[in-house]
């Protein structure tokens, strides 16, 4: 099987994440093309890693490493995957050699699938975007109630379906990053992208979320299931058993995201 033209692999860390990527991305490599995100990493550690990943990516969207990575992941992944499906993880997760096989079973299984992982959100999303900008830039009122969430540790999506509704998905992360209380406090990443209306006059954008607000946050894994659901593809977002070959793990706590387990009683992963 040509994996390297099936599977997009996009993973970022820095030189804190070093001995994880070196265990990592061996482990990745065979599978697809692999992107590495990084801006920190430093000249040697990239040369010791260069066997490992195909394309380099040094996105400048922010100072701090973690809001960069996921600025990264949600400006550029849509853009830049071009294979069938795309899966990202975190640096911080532990894999078994045969991991791959939780990819292509479940996609063999469920063709239909668009966004899928082996965790799920904590919370579900409902929130309700609205306002005179919000309508001219989305067509309508973004409504979404009790809407099942794949964590961002490890997902695989279709890129098809992220590549063609990319555009609505910017503009969403957008409207939730860039405006607070109705107003306008970023300036626009692409501003030739958005109407040259008064976009600090009231109730151009309003917000009702339960149970967090997402204003300023908007992370990749809230925003793109919430496209999902936005979209009518709530069917098609899985939640999937990973058989112990993929764990997520907080790496100060040593607990799974969701299933809580104590990192020290998780079964030996092969490196």
Known sequence: ?????????????????????????????????????????????????????????????????????????????????????????????????????????????????????????????TMELSGRLVEQKLGRTLSVSNGRKVTGGFYVGQTAFFKRHDQFMQAVHELLYCFRDGQRIFPSPQPEDWPDVDEQSNNQVSLRVTPDSLWGTSCEDVLRSLVVHAQGAGDRLFVFDDEEKIRVTFPSLGLGKSHARLHSSLPAMEA
């Open 1 to 125: 099987m040509d994996y390297k033209s099936k599977y997009d692999i996009f993973i970022c860390g820095g030189t804190q994440h070093f001995a994880m990527l070196q265990a990592l991305l061996p482990l990745l490599h065979p599978f697809g093309t692999i992107h590495l995100g990084s801006i920190v990493l430093t000249a040697k550690e990239l040369k010791e890693l260069r066997p490992y990943y195909d394309v380099l990516h040094q996105p400048r969207y922010h100072e701090q490493g973690y809001r960069n990575f996921e600025l990264f992941c949600i400006r550029d992944i849509n853009r830049l995957a071009s294979a069938p499906h795309f899966i990202k993880l975190d640096a911080d997760i532990y894999l078994r050699s045969d991991w791959v096989n939780y990819v292509d079973r479940n996609l063999s299984r469920h063709n239909e699938a668009v966004l899928f992982g082996p965790d799920e959100g904590f919370t579900n999303i």
